[in-house]
């Protein structure tokens, strides 16, 4: 009888654990089903939010180009089209302006074009861009080749003289040599397909754009930013609250573009301060190069208000990843952006 009762007992316990055993395995196949529809719906909302971006939309393959910052050169034209603009120092306390441009008409005129410094490739890589300039130094002539670059060097469809019906590089006549040399957004895609360089493009943005519109919770007021490159080179950003965008100054001018006789204005400001140094390459020009792989510190600017922030690099083609100190990724408003990539000792000034 005994013996009956201890196998009834015995059974009992092996069918409630085989229930439970299985009510298990059932919630948690549920769990991680619901979980995977929570992940997918979720990646639906971020691709739904990223659609929902403006300034950084389509599958356009970005063209990056270098453009003249001498006051010769300027108003630059196309400059307001460009959805980034980056600018670095090069020799002689100068700097020179890479606008990047994704989706825009292909009657633009954009220029005046100049040479490409190497450090300058970086950021075309992590853009995805086509490589557009007029001329390079010796060591960007090298990194193209290395980087594997899609390269347009102007030099090769420069005519030298006034735009024909059939010009991809000209000349115009309102401005002196080396000052004068322009090219269309048009004439970079007719070359591109020549040399059978892709036109689109899925590399997603640099920066993390949002929709909602970014307020920075910051003690720093940024209604007029100076950032110096130089003693005889500074750029000025004042900020109007009525639009909500920074009109741009460079060496105490107003800069207009030139496409459109505008303002050049910007939403968003990031400044990098990295540590530049003359190179040795035995030709005296004073050629810089910069330490910009690693993590470097900054500003992100927008809307009156700045924030310190990190700027990490790992490698030349990696994409630069802007955060603030506690790691979190920032959160970019959908506009343009000017990257004012400084001197690491430059003093930046805020009112």
Known sequence: MNKKVVICIIAIIVIVGMVLGYNLATDTKHEETSGEASNAVQSEVQEEKKADIKIYSGN???IALMVDNNVNAQPQSGINSAYVVYEIIVEGNE????PVFKGVSDDLMVGPVRSVRHYYLDYMKENDAICSHLGQSPQAESDIKILGMDDINGQNYDTGKARTATSLFWREKHKKAPHNAYTSIGSLKQISKEQ??????????VLNYVEEEVNLES???ANTVVIPYASNHKVKYVYDSETERYTRYSKGKLQKDEATGENVTTKNIIVTLVYNYTLDDGEGKGRQTLNNVGSATGYYITNGKATEILCKKDSRTEQTVYTYYDGTEIEVNDGNTFINIV???AEVSFE
């Open 95 to 98: 700097t020179r302006l890479m």
């Open 60 to 62: 356009d393959r970005p």
């Open 219 to 221: 003690n720093i007021t």
């Open 196 to 205: 059978g360089f892709e036109l689109t493009s899925t590399a997603d943005s």
């Open 343 to 345: 001197p690491i000792d």
